[in-house]
């Protein structure tokens, strides 16, 4: 279970309260994700090896969207 001092916020915040961010946890094998406008909304959980390929592409730019139906 991800208790409340298991999130953290992204280092690039934005100004003010620094609320307008991502958070989040790492839950071994399993990063989570949430908004931290909404804490107790949706959580996207993901295994850590595709998170970080997500997190990479994103900084390289070669994100793809794509859609399957």
Same mark, same amino acid.
């Given at each position: =279970?991800?208790?409340? %001092? =298991?999130? *953290?916020?992204?280092?690039?915040? #934005? #100004?003010?309260? !620094? %609320?307008?961010?991502?958070?989040?946890?790492?839950?071994?094998? *399993?990063?989570?994700? *949430? %908004?931290?406008?909404?804490?107790? !909304? &949706?959580?996207? $959980?993901?295994? &850590?090896?595709? @998170?970080?390929?997500?997190?990479?592409?994103?900084? #390289? !730019? $070669?994100? =793809?969207? $794509? *859609?399957? @139906?």
């Amino acid at each position: =279970m991800i208790t409340p %001092d =298991m999130w *953290r916020k992204s280092s690039f915040s #934005g #100004g003010g309260q !620094g %609320d307008a961010c991502v958070e989040i946890a790492h839950w071994h094998p *399993r990063i989570s994700v *949430r %908004d931290s406008k909404i804490p107790s !909304g &949706a959580v996207l $959980t993901l295994p &850590a090896e595709v @998170f970080s390929t997500f997190v990479e592409a994103l900084k #390289g !730019g $070669t994100h =793809m969207l $794509t *859609r399957e @139906f």
